[in-house]
């Protein structure tokens, strides 16, 4: 099983750009798909971005579509999530998750990932 450690969150002003990187171990990293997902106070975990192992192909959710970029580094084997144009309600507890996937598939899906980071918070205010 891959292991996930996310890091890189913290209280960030609206408009701000993060980039939370998400490390693996344990396997082949390039046979995982990789998403990220998060909760917020009071609401159930959601789908944020996927990306399939090989990097050449991406998914978002609608509210992130041109602000958040998914993108992959297998030589590090990492994971990110570039976000921009920050809103206070992108604040939530951002999760990276891992789904063997050595292919072109990549889900959405919760349900469909078998391995999950500890989760990093992203804050965002004034």
């Known amino acids: 099983q891959v292991q996930l450690v996310e890091s890189g969150g913290g209280l960030v002003q609206p408009g701000g750009s993060p980039r939370p990187p998400c490390a693996a171990s344990?396997?082949?990293?390039?046979?995982?798909?990789m998403g990220w997902f998060r909760q917020a106070p009071g609401k159930e975990r959601e789908f944020v971005a996927a990306?399939?192992?090989?990097?050449?192909?991406?998914k978002y959710t609608d509210s992130v579509k041109g602000r958040f970029t998914i993108s992959r580094d297998n030589a590090k084997s990492t994971v990110y999530l570039q976000m921009s144009s920050l809103r206070p309600e992108d604040t939530a507890v951002y999760y990276c998750?891992?789904?063997?996937?050595?292919?072109?598939?990549?889900?959405?899906?919760?349900?469909?990932?078998?391995?999950w980071g500890q989760g990093t918070q992203v804050t965002v205010s004034s």
């Open positions: 998750a891992a789904k063997f996937a050595p292919g072109n598939w990549y889900p959405t899906r919760e349900s469909e990932y078998s391995a």
């Open positions: 344990g396997r082949t990293f390039v046979n995982y798909a």
């Open positions: 990306i399939q192992g090989s990097g050449a192909s991406s």
